[in-house]
């Protein structure tokens, strides 16, 4: 895939952790600039979840029909149900100069550091994994085992943490909002400055 224009920006970190909830107030944030990137998943709608809003819900044969067609940027199996990222999306939002901004677990963020080595890999850290377990059962979404799954799942995730360009601690959310709206920022500023090297030194070797 040829993009050249628009960052590739990628939140991971363990189920729980507040990926979701950090991404919602950044994103309802007047001043963000940049797009997100719904996912498609083979898992069952939670209630108030909206099909096209919060995923793009597809059944198993779907999902799988989509992997034959390449479809997607990245996907993994996670407890038990596919997630994906939709190629067409984010190569035509990147094209047209936008950043783009994807919220997936640690599997696919390592399949996107393949193809997008210069994406920004920014993992959400829990205060500590016993905050993951009770922001887990507080949100009440899933059953105790599939909780104690995701939990055993977060074990391997956090040490894969010092893979990324940048580690937040979501402690408090509006705290966790600011350093990735500013880690987005920071990254403009140095691309901005090394393009402008960059042309002053082909500048000079005319
Ligand atoms: N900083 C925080 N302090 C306390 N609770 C939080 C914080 N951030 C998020 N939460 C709560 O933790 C729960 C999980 O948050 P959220 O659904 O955003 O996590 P997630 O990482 O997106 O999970 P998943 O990967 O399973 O989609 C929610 O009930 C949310 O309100
Ligand atoms: N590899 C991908 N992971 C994704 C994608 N979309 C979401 N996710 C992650 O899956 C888990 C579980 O999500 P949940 O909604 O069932 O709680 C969580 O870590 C999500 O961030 C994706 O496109 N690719």
């Given at each position: 895939m040829d993009i050249e224009k628009g960052l590739l920006i990628v939140l991971s970190g363990p189920s729980g952790v507040g990926k979701g909830t950090v991404r919602r107030a950044i994103f309802e944030d007047p001043d963000t600039d940049f797009e997100y990137s719904i996912s498609m998943t083979t898992r069952n709608k939670r209630e108030g979840e909206v099909d096209g809003v919060d995923y793009f819900f597809k059944s198993r044969e779907e999902f799988e029909a989509l992997i034959e067609q390449d479809a997607f940027i990245e996907y993994a199996e996670y407890v038990g149900n596919y997630y994906g990222t939709p190629v067409q999306y984010v190569k035509d939002t990147m094209e047209r100069g936008k950043d783009v901004f994807l919220e997936i677990e640690v599997e696919g963020a390592k399949q996107v550091r393949k193809k997008f080595p210069e994406a920004l890999f920014i993992f959400l850290a829990p205060p500590t994994l016993e905050h993951l377990e009770e922001r887990l059962i507080g949100r009440g979404t899933e059953s105790q085992e599939v909780i104690n799954h995701r939990i055993s799942e977060a074990r391997k995730e956090v040490?894969?943490?010092?893979?990324?360009?940048y580690v937040v601690i979501n402690d408090e959310v509006m705290d966790a909002k600011e350093k990735v709206q500013m880690i987005v920022e920071a990254e403009h500023l140095k691309r901005e400055r090394v393009e402008a090297r960059f042309r002053k030194m082909i500048l000079e070797a005319k």
């Open positions: 040490e894969m943490m010092n893979l990324y360009d």
